[in-house]
Every structure is written in C-alpha cells, then in structure tokens.
C-alpha cells in the first residue's frame, strides 16, 4: 500500500513509481469520479478546439473587428458571427 498525503491546497502527489508505470507527465489532466468513498482518478487526452491555423485566423478577425464594440457569447454565437465575416 502506498501512501499519500493531502496538502494545504487540495493537492495530492502521486508517488513516482505510479507516475512511471503508468507514464504520466507534469501537466497531466485527469478525470475525478467519486465512487462510494473512493477517488478515481482517469488520465484524459483534450483534443484542442481550434486547429493552429484557425487560431491565427481568429487572432485576424480580433484585431480587425477591435473597436467596433460587439459583444458575443463563446461558442454558437460566436461560431456563426465567424461563418458571417469570413465570407
């Protein structure tokens, strides 16, 4: 049994071993699910949302479309006010 302790700031240390054997890195995201009195932590892949090339197309529209003062809600709204200008 391996035994960890939990810090000032909600923070727990997986042991070294467990980060070896199941080769997990500084950054690491994880899914936590409580089952009963249990803890289960998954290790997740985030795939990101925007492609590098779409970023830089945003960061265009950003910087011609400062100052005109609209305002959006992330996602659908926005995704459309996008589709609208790019055409």
Do not use: C, W
């Not at 980060?19 to 500084?26: D, G, S």
């Not at 830089?56 to 609209?70: L, M, P, Q, W």
């Amino acid at each position: 049994m391996i035994i960890t302790r939990l810090k000032a700031k909600n923070q727990v240390t997986i042991p070294r071993d467990i980060m070896k054997r199941l080769h997990l890195r500084a950054d690491e995201l994880f899914s936590v699910v409580v089952e009963g009195n249990y803890i289960r932590l998954t290790p997740v892949e985030v795939e990101p949302r925007y492609t590098a090339q779409e970023l830089e197309g945003i960061d265009r529209i950003v910087e011609r479309e400062k100052g005109k003062a609209k305002v959006f809600k992330p996602g659908r709204e926005f995704s459309s006010y996008i589709k609208k200008i790019k055409k």
